[in-house]
């Protein structure tokens, strides 16, 4: 049953419910009841299997008859500046419907502001039994140990002895909160040179490409051992624009945008990301539904001898 069927995941597939959307959808999975199908993805989540052997601490809880609470706390790597953040994910039963709603937040402030990174939506079709999904992300500004885990790095590599702060009120949008440096003495860096130094910075110590138009492409992959993440630097005179790929390797579906803005008077540091509200069934969330429901398949075949 379904783990020893050739299965393909196809991504960018016009949705079987929505017209006009896309989705990952799978091909037809021959002699796979759709309704055990759907209570194998619930019974895989309840059991506590999506976990990935990576977290320092892996929780769950029972929020109500119908979803399940996902806590994974994990290990900053040292030389993006130590520490741990957590991601928090809500997953959402519908028996009646075989729809399964994973709504994931990123960090702990997050979740106490009650803002939700993205939600993976998983459908299934019966007459065939067919797997649709896709991951709607919302848009939001974010500013926390992340962000400053990726920057400061980088900004201790050119000799900068300063402090990244998270959450803070924003220099440059009012109302709004970045991650802000200390006011910074120029010496061997000044306001004027700082995006070349950081551009240096990036190819020497992080591995960085520059690429023919003057970008700068970055696999983090070997560094960031929590998940791949690939990006690319674009530099201007007093800012700088990183254009997040997540896992994709092609560079190809951009997910979001870490801003770098250099401030003259006095010399400070000022960074934040923008969210991008798009809905994603690309080639990452191909690859994602097809990890998951080879491993729920499985767990069927085991089950049932």
């Not at 709603?101 to 079709?125: C, F």
Request: aromatic letters at 10%.
């Amino acid at each position: 049953m379904g783990g020893s069927q050739s299965v393909s995941w196809d991504h960018d597939q016009d949705s079987l419910t929505e017209p006009g959307k896309k989705s990952v959808i799978s091909s037809p999975l021959d002699g796979v009841d759709p309704d055990a199908l759907f209570n194998a993805f619930e019974k895989y989540v309840r059991a506590g299997k999506t976990a990935t052997g990576k977290e320092a601490k892996f929780e769950m809880e029972d929020m109500d008859d119908k979803r399940v609470l996902v806590l994974q706390r994990f290990t900053i790597p040292e030389i993006f500046g130590g520490g741990d953040f957590a991601t928090r994910t809500v997953y959402k039963f519908d028996q009646a419907k075989r729809k399964l709603e994973a709504s994931l937040t990123i960090g702990d402030v997050y979740w106490e502001r009650k803002v939700i990174n993205t939600t993976g939506h998983l459908l299934i079709h019966a007459d065939p039994t067919r797997i649709e999904f896709h991951s709607d992300q919302y848009a939001f500004r974010a500013s926390g140990k992340f962000l400053r885990g990726l920057l400061e790095p980088v900004v201790k590599a050119m000799d900068l002895n300063v402090e990244l702060h998270v959450e803070q009120p924003s220099i440059k949008d009012e109302g709004k909160t970045s991650v802000v440096t200390d006011v910074i003495t120029p010496g061997d860096v000044t306001p004027e040179n700082f995006m070349q130094k950081f551009k240096e910075a990036l190819i020497e110590h992080r591995g960085g490409v520059e690429l023919p138009d003057g970008t700068v492409a970055e696999d983090r992959s070997g560094i960031l051992e929590i998940w791949k993440s690939f990006a690319k630097h674009e530099f201007e005179a007093d800012r700088s624009f990183i254009y997040e790929y997540g896992v994709d390797e092609t560079f190809t579906v951009l997910r979001h945008i870490n801003h770098l803005q250099v401030h003259k008077d006095p010399f400070r540091l000022e960074a934040w990301t923008e969210n991008l509200e798009a809905r994603f069934a690309s080639e990452p969330e191909a690859k994602f539904l097809q990890d998951w429901a080879e491993k729920v398949l499985t767990c069927m075949k085991e089950e049932s001898g």
